[in-house]
């Protein structure tokens, strides 16, 4: 969701800090223009009715003000269903040790998504995607294994021929570089302000956690690892803890919400007052 916030500029008591609130999780306001800062927040997938944002502004005498808006959200489609026939090693239980390994690892995604909030947005440009290939399933829609409506697909697959390349959606620092039981050999990139790419199945991965990486930089090799039925690249996003579609991000382009470097961000303020 995007969010714009405006403020009367006063000359003689200017804003010191906007910060925010959707969904629980934290808004990073950026300043754009005199009286304007802009957002980016997440909606949970599958959520309905409405759901309540609040912004709170504070100026350098110390006076604060604050909106809260409603939004009414549209209503949830129900997946499409793509049929999958796969293998019956596919649909079979998980063991218990198994199922508690995949617990951990989606608590320890969870946990790089809670702290992107703690640096400031890091990107200067839009967000790419990290293929130029053809999409071959969309986010959200549902999936059928063996004809039996399973969960929604959380992330969208590109086309990709092992060993080809998978880039850097953005500036961003990697989090995380492991071996998943279901996501495969997994990189995770933190471009604070809350926002976080995620990168399934490669054959090999060419970063090491703490890199900084560059927006389009090589960052992997597409592969089949982890529990796939052939090679692909599986691209998820999140914003906080909350799963994102990433596509939204790209879509946001190049000049609504960049950090900016003509005019100091309120960010640092905003998450140290947290
Ligand atoms: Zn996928």
């Given at each position: 969701m995007r969010l714009t916030l405006r403020a009367p500029v006063s000359h003689a008591d200017s804003i010191v800090s906007v910060h925010g609130t959707l969904a629980g999780e934290p808004l990073h306001f950026m300043y754009s223009t005199a009286g304007t800062w802009h957002a980016i927040g997440g909606v949970p997938v599958d959520s309905e009715g409405s759901l309540v944002g609040s912004a709170t502004i504070e100026r350098a005498s110390g006076k604060t003000e604050t909106a809260r808006v409603r939004f009414v959200l549209p209503k949830v489609p129900p997946p499409v269903a793509q049929p999958l026939a796969v293998d019956s090693s596919f649909t079979k239980p998980l063991d218990a040790a198994t199922t508690a390994r995949i617990n951990r690892e989606n608590e320890r995604a969870r946990e790089i998504g809670r702290r992107a909030h703690d640096r400031p947005p890091m990107w200067t440009a839009s967000f790419l995607k990290p293929r130029t290939s053809v999409i071959t399933s969309e986010f959200g829609s549902g999936r059928l294994f063996n004809g039996a409506l399973t969960t929604r697909h959380l992330g969208v697959d590109f086309r990709g021929a092992m060993g080809e390349p998978v880039r850097a959606a953005?500036?961003?620092?990697?989090a995380l570089v492991d071996n998943f039981f279901l996501a495969g050999n997994v990189v995770y990139i933190d471009h604070g302000g809350g926002v976080v790419t995620a990168y399934f199945h490669l054959s090999k991965t060419l970063v090491a956690v703490g890199d900084t990486v560059k927006r389009g930089q090589e960052i992997g090799l597409v592969g089949n690892t982890g529990r796939v039925t052939g090679p692909h690249l599986h691209w998820a996003a999140r914003y906080g803890a909350i799963t994102v579609n990433p596509l939204d991000l790209v879509a946001l382009g190049g000049h609504w919400y960049v950090s900016s470097t003509s005019r100091p961000s309120t960010t640092s303020r905003t998450s140290a007052a947290r």
């Open positions: 953005n500036r961003g620092v990697v």
